[in-house]
Nanobody, 122 residues
Framework: QVQLQESGPGLVKPSQTLSLTCTVS??????????WSWIRQSPGKGLEWMGA???????VFNPTLKSRSSISRDTSKNQFFLQLNSVTPEDTSVYYC??????????????WGQGTQVTVSS
C-alpha cells in the first residue's frame, strides 16, 4: 500500500524559508510514470496545487508560486522536499504531498499524505 507522510516545522517566521519533507513507502518515487506533488489548503480556501516532481526528476510548478518554490528529492531515502521562500502569513496552510497517477492531460491524485499544518507568524 502506498503511503505518504509529510514532516516539517509547524511554525515559520515571515520572510524565512518553509521546508517540508514527504516520505513515501510502498512505491518508489522513481517508478514511471508517476509524479509527486505538493498541494496546500489555506483557511477558508480550496486546494492549491503548488508543483510536482516527476519520476525522472523533472519538475513543474504553479506559475503563481514558481518564483518562490523548489522541489527536490533523495531517491536513496525515497523522499521528496518542498522549499517555499520568503513566506508571509498568506502561506499559512495545511500542506499535503500526493502522488499523481494517469496521463498529464487527465491525471488525478491517487494517494495523499495526512497533511501538516504550517503557520507563518512572528
Amino acid at each position: 500500500q502506498v503511503q505518504l507522510q509529510e514532516s516539517g516545522p509547524g511554525l515559520v517566521k515571515p520572510s524565512q524559508t518553509l521546508s517540508l519533507t514527504c516520505t513515501v513507502s510502498g512505491a518508489s518515487i522513481t517508478t514511471s510514470d508517476y509524479a509527486w506533488s505538493w498541494i496546500r489548503q489555506s483557511p477558508g480556501k480550496g486546494l492549491e496545487w503548488m508543483g510536482a516532481m516527476r519520476f525522472d526528476g523533472t519538475d513543474v510548478f504553479n506559475p503563481t508560486l514558481k518564483s518562490r518554490s523548489s522541489i527536490s528529492r533523495d531517491t536513496s531515502k525515497n523522499q521528496f522536499f518542498l522549499q517555499l521562500n520568503s513566506v508571509t502569513p498568506e502561506d499559512t496552510s495545511v500542506y499535503y504531498c500526493a502522488r499523481e497517477d494517469g496521463p498529464e492531460d487527465n491525471n488525478y491524485f491517487a494517494y495523499w499524505g495526512q497533511g501538516t499544518q504550517v503557520t507563518v507568524s512572528s
